[in-house]
C-alpha cells in the first residue's frame, strides 16, 4: 500500500513537472514566432583606407631629384654660353672635330 | 670707343652718326625692349653688357633663357634697320648698369641718303654682324641636331 502510495506521488509530481516545462515552453514561442527576425545591419564593403583619395591606388613613383629652377636656369645660360664659344671655335678654324667639340655643360653629359 | 657698326669711317663721319643718337643709362636688369617691340632704334653699346634673351617654358613657367650677350663696341637691335622693324628678342642690362646710344632708324636713313658712302660702310658693317649671328646660331643648330640624332639613334 505504501509502495503503491509513493509511485501514486512520484507519478503525480513527474506528470505536474512534466507539464510546468511544456507550459513554460509553450509561453516563450509566440514571442519567437511573432517576433521579426533580428536584422543584422547591412554592411557596405568598405575599401581599404587609403589617404586623401578613394581611387585605385596609384603605383608609386619615386620622384627623381630635381635641381631648384634658379639653378637649371643658371645651368641653361652655361649651356648657351660654352655652346657660343664651341661655335665661335668652329667659326674661327672650320673643321669637322670642332663642330662636333664636347661641353662640359651639365645638360648634356 | 671702336663701333662695329662703325668701321671704315672717317672721325667726322662718326661724330656725325653719334650726334644723330641719344644716350641711354640703362640700370641693372632693365629692359631696352622687349621682344615684339616695334624697333625703330638701333643701339650701340658704349659701357656694361646687354644681355638678350627669348621667353622658354621651363617646368610650365615662362622664364627668360640667355641666348647671348652684347658688350661695348657691340650692336643691339639691327631689327630696326631690317623689316618688318620688330625686336626678335628681349635685352636688358646685366648685371651693372649699362650705357647705349639709341640711333633713330628715320634719322639713319635720312643721312644714308645725304651720304651713300658711309651709308654703303655702315650697312656692310651690318651685314658682317648679322652674318656672324647667322653662322652662330646656325652651328649651334647643327650641334644640337646632331646630339638629337645622337639620342634618337642610341
Not at chain 1, 583606407?49 to 636656369?73: H, K, N
Not at chain 2, 621682344?35 to 617646368?59: S, Y
Request: hydrophobic letters at 50%.
Amino acid at each position: 500500500m505504501d509502495m503503491l502510495l509513493m509511485g501514486l506521488c512520484v507519478g503525480v509530481s513527474a506528470v505536474a513537472f512534466v507539464a510546468l516545462a511544456f507550459g513554460a515552453a509553450m509561453r516563450s514561442e509566440p514571442w519567437n514566432s511573432t517576433a521579426p527576425p533580428p536584422q543584422l545591419p547591412l554592411v557596405k564593403a568598405v575599401a581599404p583606407a587609403r589617404f586623401f583619395s578613394d581611387r585605385a591606388p596609384v603605383p608609386t613613383v619615386v620622384p627623381s631629384v630635381q635641381v631648384p629652377i634658379e639653378v637649371l636656369l643658371l645651368q641653361i645660360e652655361n649651356h648657351v654660353r660654352l655652346e657660343q664659344a664651341a661655335a665661335e671655335s668652329f667659326l674661327a678654324f672650320p673643321s669637322q672635330a670642332l663642330l662636333h667639340s664636347k661641353t662640359t655643360s651639365p645638360l648634356v653629359n | 670707343m671702336t663701333h662695329e657698326l662703325l668701321n671704315g669711317l672717317s672721325s667726322a663721319e662718326i661724330e656725325q652718326i653719334l650726334k644723330l643718337g641719344t644716350r641711354l643709362i640703362i640700370p641693372s636688369g632693365v629692359s631696352l625692349f622687349r621682344l615684339g617691340d616695334p624697333a625703330d632704334r638701333l643701339f650701340l653699346t658704349e659701357r656694361g653688357r646687354i644681355k638678350l634673351t627669348l621667353p622658354m617654358q621651363v617646368r610650365g613657367r615662362e622664364e627668360d633663357v640667355f641666348v647671348e650677350e652684347r658688350s661695348p663696341g657691340q650692336t643691339v637691335g639691327w631689327s630696326a634697320l631690317i623689316p618688318p622693324y620688330r625686336f626678335t628678342l628681349t635685352a636688358a642690362a646685366a648685371l651693372f648698369e649699362a650705357e647705349v646710344i639709341a640711333l633713330p632708324r628715320e634719322a639713319l636713313l635720312h643721312y644714308f641718303a645725304a651720304n651713300p658712302a658711309a651709308g654703303c660702310k655702315i650697312t656692310l658693317n651690318l651685314a658682317v654682324v648679322i652674318g656672324h649671328r647667322l653662322q652662330l646660331f646656325q652651328t649651334m643648330w647643327l650641334r644640337e641636331m646632331q646630339r638629337t640624332v645622337e639620342v634618337r639613334s642610341a
